[in-house]
Each structure stands twice: as structure tokens, then as C-alpha cells.
């Protein structure tokens, strides 16, 4: 049974700090990584989609690189900002029973950078 | 701006009713997801659906039904509330294959 963890479960930093939010997971048979971001009460918000063919993704201050022969990725946010403060989940694109596949998540980290 | 639209960001629902969660997608795409999130437990998948007319059992189905009668609009029934069902539903929807996730903004359910 694939499963996602990811470490840390919160963090807090000053603003300006580079983070690394890690992400693994148990069985590299997946189609992709995605990594989301959810503020409170809302929604998720994709921010990078990794193919199981890739190894990394950009976008502006975020980078996200994937391992899948030992089954990690991690998020980089350069520079943090107050406006990152939120909670970042990654999810596997898995295949399952019946030919069908299906997004498996992380509990996710939960970010808080103060100013 | 492509999106995936849920008719209420909150509702609040007596034990018993029959409740209608509505989602609907502007992308053309096959795929289409119903999940609930509940803290410590994170996001659980109830049902999905990959055509029209079709519908398949997620992690967590009890208690739910679903309904595709058109591509771009997927609704999540709960038969009859009950309290245990007071949570954050989250409609996504993709692309067949390898295409990333789109989800909405999240609709707030509480049952009293």
C-alpha cells in the first residue's frame, strides 16, 4: 500500500530563510508528484507537477526535485516570505486496482514565516 | 483561467436531510474526484468518476452517493446526514494519464 509522509509536520521561521519541505513515499510505481498549497479554510492550489520522468520543476522562488528510485521530493522555497505561511501538501499519482489511479497525500507540512 | 467551481463555500445541513454537494469543471476533462478532508486524518477520496454516467468507490464511499449525468459536472449526495459527516469537501478533476489534479475552493459542511 503506497504510502506519503512528510517531515516536518509544521515549521516556523523568520522571513527571508530558504526552506526544504521533504516529502517520501513508499512505492515508486507512481505517474507523477504534485505538490499543493492549502490556506486555511481553502481550497488546494497546485504549484508543481512533477512526471515520474523528471527530476525537478521551477516556479519563480519554488523548486521541487524527485527521487523516485528511493522514493523522495522535496519543495525549496527560496527567501521566504510571509505570504508562503500556509500548509504545503505533496500527493502521489498512483495506479490502482481496475486500471484506474488515484492521488495519495501527505499529511502535509504546515508553514508559518514571520516577519 | 481554467477552473473547478463548488456551488456553496458553506452549508449548514440538520441530521436527516438529503444534501446535494455540486461541482463543475471548464476543462473538458474525463476525470472528476470527491474527497473529504478532516484534520488528522488528512484528504480521503469518497468516489470518483472517469466518463460520463460512471462512478467508482474511493477510500470512504458509506454514506455517499455520486451523480454524472454530464462531463463538466460531478455531485456528491449524502443520503441522509448524519453529524460524522460534518467536514471539508474537496471536488477535483484531471486529465486521464499522467495530467496534474485541479481542485476547487472547498466546500465547508456542517451537520447538526
Known amino acids: 500500500k503506497q504510502e506519503v509522509t512528510q517531515i516536518p509536520a509544521a515549521l516556523s521561521v523568520p522571513e527571508g530563510e530558504n526552506l526544504v519541505l521533504n516529502c517520501s513515499f513508499t512505492?515508486?510505481?507512481?505517474?507523477?508528484l504534485q505538490w499543493f498549497r492549502q490556506d486555511p479554510g481553502k481550497g488546494l492550489t497546485s504549484l508543481l507537477l512533477i512526471q515520474s520522468s523528471q527530476r525537478e520543476q521551477t516556479s519563480g522562488r519554488l523548486n521541487a526535485s524527485l527521487d523516485k528510485s528511493s522514493g523522495r521530493s522535496t519543495l525549496y522555497i527560496a527567501a521566504s516570505q510571509p505570504g508562503d505561511s500556509a500548509t504545503y501538501l505533496c500527493a502521489v499519482r498512483k495506479l490502482i486496482s481496475g486500471g484506474y489511479n488515484k492521488l495519495i497525500f501527505g499529511a502535509g507540512t504546515r508553514l508559518a514565516v514571520h516577519p | 483561467d481554467v477552473k473547478v467551481t463548488q456551488s456553496s463555500r458553506y452549508l449548514v445541513k440538520r441530521t436527516g436531510e438529503k444534501v446535494f454537494l455540486e461541482c463543475v469543471q471548464d476543462?473538458?476533462?474525463?476525470?472528476m474526484f470527491w474527497y473529504r478532508q478532516d484534520p488528522g486524518l488528512g484528504l480521503r477520496l469518497i468516489y470518483f468518476s472517469y466518463d460520463v454516467k460512471m462512478k467508482e468507490k474511493g477510500d470512504i464511499p458509506e454514506g455517499y452517493s455520486v451523480s454524472r449525468e454530464k462531463k463538466e459536472r460531478f455531485s456528491l449526495i449524502l443520503e441522509s446526514a448524519s453529524t460524522n459527516q460534518t467536514s471539508m469537501y474537496l471536488c477535483?478533476?484531471?486529465?486521464?494519464?499522467?495530467?496534474?489534479?485541479?481542485f476547487g475552493s472547498g466546500t465547508r459542511l456542517t451537520v447538526v
Open positions: 476543462m473538458d476533462h474525463e476525470n
Open positions: 512505492d515508486s510505481a507512481i505517474y507523477n
Open positions: 477535483a478533476s484531471s486529465l486521464p494519464g499522467t495530467d496534474g489534479y485541479t
